[in-house]
């Protein structure tokens, strides 16, 4: 087992300590500083911590960092920091699609995998897409409409999604 | 608007209540992940802290060997319940709470903190040291069934401790009589209850559960505690900690230091919904990272978080009434759990005196409350079904309706007692208000039981229950606005516990002063006064009606600076002292008296010649700042008369499709129609129905506690076990938002709250449908088996 891993998070190539026990999740917490994947159940059912793996929404708790080497790794701080996405983000602030927050990157980062591989999603698309994810404070109802608008707005801008 | 003044006399709103959502300040950071919360915070050199947590019901420690735990690499201590400095500490946050030892030998429920608790380098080290502790456990009586734990003979969970409940200054200890076995009992009467039942013309008898359900913090609570001498000084160290968002004063008093000595960077508080108790994760950091000289970081894991937003109760009823359904006797049993030792007496006699029948007619009350000691869990502040238990008025009134054949609306506006007064005889304006609304948003259709059936050949059937939107505010408020640069500054240290309260404190300067929200500076602070204790619709209602006390004090003091500035206009006395400082060119406004100006539409201008004026950002390049702090009209918790005023109610709505060959129930729809007086956020009080609604759900479809019978342990501590709610689970909610202006908040809003929270609407939606009874939550098999088929 090789003790130190490269991958690619946010588009920067990166070292990892591949520590066998070590998630994912942990290894951005605790060695990158990035703090938006949140923990909440700590075993695959609240989506909290997702994070996407080579386009694909994974689970950052339950994917070990030795599993990840030569990844793309998208984190919603990358996520966030790409003009892109902002119509992403200001739908889900316009739609209050949140109560304490906590959930939300999760959510939002699941949404962009969404748009990225359906950039015309329906509202039951939507549903389907965040049915792994958890939110404690029930803002369930918000999401579809935040995501449905952003899609919108982005295809509206020209090149946003499909350029 | 009686009794809020001139706080209540606006008319046209430009911010407040609208229909566009501004951006909120925090929604940013939650969106992007910027936004920390105590488990996310990392500092070089940490250490780790993590508690023994018991893995039985009831059991006490009588020794434990650390040798092999000691010997492990990476370990730094093992701290015991006989530690000096771990006796002194004393919880601090709620009194309730001192009746629990901050640590001892003895946990009165699975998953308690116990006895130990080790520090190392990191948390792995942490967890392989705790399972390297030799303990010698010594099992004691469990009690986790209530009915089993209140019958003579059962074994006596808490012995020698005989502390009775009580709440406030609502009910007192004295009189109570001495605890039997595990269990106290409390009365409280109103009337001849006695004689109302002589003269019943008819008479109901009903049982309910009171589903528990458990606590909602997302975020696994943490903190992260290092010390720092003070930058200037240098003397004292200070106390810097993370992760124990609104309590600098409890973790003053617990460590002894001046409030101003205690610094948090962090405001968000996760979803704490009326649970705002600090647990022992966020106080033990402080005094480890004292004594071992580095950050220390101590976190719960999600199994330990499983403790009740609201506890178990069984009740029953009997309700006497009218041959036209006017209640006239009520009495209400309730076996209730009083959870482990430091629990709150909300979700059993704090509910005495708060429940829905002051809302009627109704002069002869008996309540009776076993409340039994148990090993269960732990209710640290208050329950969700806020203000307190109203399904047992929703299911009675929905019994008597189906006797009758008639509507339970009808017999809902029969019973509640006049707007004023439980004397007043008149209805209530704003029920009848929520009833039109709600009817038409459901194109409401009663009909009796089993009466109806879908075209796809399921059962339809419906609920219909009021509450009262309580007043809230229960505190002082203190508030500040800086005017700097320019730029209106309102500190708050929040908490920020949704995108609600703050903000709405912020629009409402920004109504005031007829400026754009976004041009108010929301500055976070942990130190500063303004506070939304209580969150949501006390958090919302009181600190927004002193804040908009505090723009008036502010208006003034601007048309003050303008007249100041006019006549002696600021310049630069040295391009290097005055860099980056604007001079404002100085409004037309010398000679004048304050009395002679006006403040409005984000300017200050003559009120005789309104053209004639300037921008608020342009009056003076001073500095101003204007306070407040006073008492806002006090809610029904200061005022001791829930029920008693109905000034603004709200309705609620559930309609199912029940299977009858599967089980399966379907929420078809939940309609709120509720007078909320005001709305600020818009946004967000159609988020908090939501979640309401989602709490409803959960507890009457998904949610419960499974104890093991035997050992007492509560099973289901995960995420996968412990199913709440999801996006492919929840119904639609429609939403009808009314505003009378009625209530005591700013601009006469009320607090929403959580008080559309239900336990048993589901419930009686599915009897309505199919005539059959189910304990929640109604899972298919249940209801199977009450329609005799499973
Ligand atoms: S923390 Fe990873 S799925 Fe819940
Ligand atoms: S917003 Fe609090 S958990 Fe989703």
Redesign the interface.
């Known amino acids: 087992m090789p003790e130190t891993i490269e991958l690619n998070i946010n588009g920067i190539a990166k070292q990892l300590d591949a520590a066998p ?1 070590r998630t994912l999740h942990d290894a951005l ?2 060695q990158m ?11 695959g ?2 989506g ?1 911590c997702t994070v996407i793996m080579d386009g694909r929404p994974v689970l950052s708790c339950s994917i070990l960092v030795c599993e990840c080497e030569g990844k793309a790794i998208e ?3 990358g ?2 920091a790409d003009p892109k996405w902002k119509p992403l ?2 739908a ?14 999760g959510f ?1 980062t699941t949404a962009k995998a969404l748009i990225d591989r359906s950039p015309n999603p329906s509202e039951q698309d939507c ?2 897409a ?14 579809a409409t935040a995501i449905l608008e952003a899609a919108r707005n982005m295809n509206s801008e020209g090149g946003g999604l499909n350029g | 608007m009686a009794d809020i003044g001139a706080n209540g006399d606006r008319e046209n709103f430009k911010v407040v209540g609208g229909q566009g ?1 501004p ?2 300040v ?12 105590g ?2 915070y ?1 500092l070089p050199n940490m250490l780790h802290a993590k508690f023994l947590h018991s893995p039985y019901a009831n059991a006490k420690v009588a020794g434990i060997n650390d040798a092999k735990a000691r010997a492990l690499s990476g370990v730094v201590d093992i701290l015991t319940w006989e530690d000096e400095d771990i006796r002194d500490l004393v919880p601090r946050c709620f009194d309730f709470l001192s009746d629990r030892p901050w640590l001892d030998n003895i946990a009165d429920r699975s998953g308690a903190e116990v006895a130990a608790i080790v520090v190392a380098e990191d948390e ?1 080290t942490c967890e392989e040291a705790l399972r390297l502790l030799e303990i010698e456990w010594e099992m004691l009586p469990h009690v986790t069934d209530l009915r089993e734990g209140n019958k003579l003979g059962a074994p006596v969970v808490r012995p020698g401790e005989d502390a009775k409940p009580t709440f406030w200054n609502y009910l007192s200890a004295e009189g109570q009589p001495p605890k039997r076995g595990n269990t106290y009992t409390v009365v409280d009467i109103r009337g001849d209850v006695c004689e109302a039942f002589g003269e019943a013309e008819n008479l109901i008898e009903y049982d309910l559960r009171l589903p528990p359900f458990a606590t ?5 609570l943490a903190s992260v505690a290092w010390w720092e001498k003070h930058p200037y000084t240098g003397e004292e160290p200070n106390l810097y900690i993370e992760g124990s968002v609104r309590w600098r004063d409890a973790l003053s008093l617990t460590y002894k230091m001046p409030m101003e000595k205690i610094y948090m960077e962090g405001l ?6 009326c649970d705002w108790s600090l647990r022992r994760c966020q106080e033990v950091t402080p005094l480890l990272a004292k004594r071992y000289g580095r950050p220390v970081r101590c976190a719960d ?2 199994e330990h978080m499983y403790d009740f937003l609201m506890n178990e109760r069984f009740i029953q009823m009997k309700v006497a009434f009218t041959k036209d359904g006017l209640i006239t006797a009520i009495d209400d049993y309730s076996l209730c759990d009083k959870g482990g030792r430091g629990s709150a007496p909300f979700g059993h006699v704090g509910d005495l005196s708060q429940g829905p029948y002051k809302t009627t007619k109704c002069k002869s009350v008996r309540q009776k409350m076993e409340v039994v000691d148990s090993n269960r869990g732990v209710m640290w502040l208050s329950g969700q079904h806020c203000p307190f238990n109203w399904d047992t008025i929703t299911t009675g009134i929905y019994i008597i309706a189906e006797q009758l054949g008639k509507d339970p609306i009808d017999i809902a506006r029969l019973n509640l007692h006049g707007p004023t007064s439980p004397d007043d005889t008149n209805p209530v304006p704003s029920f009848d208000k929520c009833v039109e609304a709600g009817k038409k948003l459901m194109d409401w259709n009663w009909h009796p039981s089993g009466a109806k059936q879908l075209e796809d050949g399921r059962m339809h059937g419906a609920c219909f229950r009021y509450q009262m939107t309580p007043r809230h505010s229960m505190k002082e408020r203190h508030s500040k606005l800086e005017y700097r640069d320019g730029v209106v500054h309102m500190p708050s240290r929040g908490p ?4 609600y309260a703050v903000e709405a404190n912020a629009m409402v300067v920004a109504e005031e002063l007829g400026i754009p929200y976004e041009d108010v500076s929301i500055d976070f602070d942990a130190v500063a006064a303004h506070c939304i204790y209580g969150g949501g619709s006390d958090g919302t209602v009181g600190p927004a009606w002193a804040m908009k006390e505090c723009v008036q004090i502010l208006k003034e003091l601007l048309k003050e600076a303008a007249i100041d500035y006019a006549e002696n206009p600021g310049k630069p006395n040295s391009s290097f002292h005055n860099v980056g400082q604007h001079f404002p060119t100085p409004g037309p406004f010398r000679g004048c008296g304050p009395e002679e100006l006006e403040v409005a539409d984000g300017r200050v201008f003559l009120k005789s010649e309104p053209s004639k004026g300037i921008l608020i950002s342009e009056v003076t390049h001073k500095n101003i700042v204007a306070t407040h702090s006073a008492w806002p009209p006090p809610g029904v918790w200061v005022t001791g008369n829930m029920g008693e005023i109905l000034d603004l109610m709200n309705t609620e709505y559930c309609e199912v499709a029940v299977d009858a060959e599967t089980g399966e129930v379907e929420i078809l729809r939940f309609g709120i129609a509720a007078d909320v007086g005001k709305i600020l956020r818009r ?2 009080l ?3 129905i ?2 309401a ?3 409803s759900q959960g507890c009457q479809q998904f949610e419960d506690m499974f104890y093991d019978p035997k050992t007492g342990v509560l099973l289901n501590t ?3 076990d412990y199913k ?5 689970d ?1 119904p ?2 429609e939403k009808s938002i009314l505003e009378t202006r009625a209530g005591n908040g700013v601009y006469g809003a009320n607090g929403m709250s959580h008080c559309i929270t239900n336990t048993n609407m589901l419930i009686i939606a599915i009897h309505n449908a199919a005539g059959v009874w189910v304990e929640p939550p109604a899972t298919p098999d249940k209801v199977l088996k009450a329609l005799g088929k499973a």
């Open positions: 026990n917490q605790y500083g990035l703090t938006g994947a949140k923990h909440m159940c700590d075993r059912a609240c909290s984190t919603i701080e996520i966030a983000v200001d889900y602030c316009k739609w209050d699609a949140m109560q304490c927050g906590y959930c939300t990157p939002l549903r389907e965040l049915a792994g994810n958890i939110c404690m404070c029930g803002t369930y109802p918000r999401h | 959502n951006p909120g925090v929604s940013y950071a939650m969106a992007t992940g910027l936004a920390k919360y488990v996310d990392v792995e909602r913090s997302p975020n696994p968000f508080m996760g979803g704490k919904y894991r999600r920020i516990i949704g995108t946004t967000s159609e988020s908090q939501d979640q609604v989602f709490f995960n995420m996968a709440v709610p999801g996006m492919l929840v639609i909610v």
